[in-house]
């Protein structure tokens, strides 16, 4: 089992940026995929983005491409999301995730083993 613990979150005016991190401890970080989901109020938990054990493949849900970016750096056991050109429909509950399984990419919550306490977002019109 990893255990995640996410910061970053905060207040921001729409078309600021925010950067979240994600520190994991309690396995081999290296060897499993990382993502983030969110949480609106009344909604469901969504996929947002997601990075392979070696970082070179991310992938985006479209709402936030070319906005947000996911990265990783293996030697502090840690994942980013940098979030930038935010908008007041980003408001949500953030939440680092953890592949279920070694070098099985993050699709969905299906493929999630282990989650962090979430950290909220909020972006004001």
């Known amino acids: 089992q990893v255990q995640l613990v996410e910061s970053g979150g905060g207040l921001v005016q729409a078309g600021g940026s925010l950067r979240l991190s994600c520190a994991a401890s309690g396995r081999t970080f290296i060897s499993y995929s990382m993502g983030w989901f969110r949480q609106a109020p009344g909604k469901e938990r969504e996929f947002v983005c997601a990075i392979s054990w070696s970082g070179g493949y991310r992938y985006y849900v479209d709402s936030v491409k070319g906005r947000f970016t996911i990265s990783r750096d293996n030697a502090k056991n840690t994942v980013y999301l940098q979030m930038d050109s935010l908008k007041p429909e980003d408001t949500a509950v953030y939440y680092c995730?953890?592949?279920?399984?070694?070098?099985?990419?993050?699709?969905?919550?299906?493929?999630?083993?282990?989650w962090g306490q979430g950290t909220q977002v909020t972006v004001s019109s």
């Open positions: 995730a953890a592949a279920q399984s070694p070098y099985v990419r993050i699709k969905d919550h299906t493929d999630v083993g282990s």
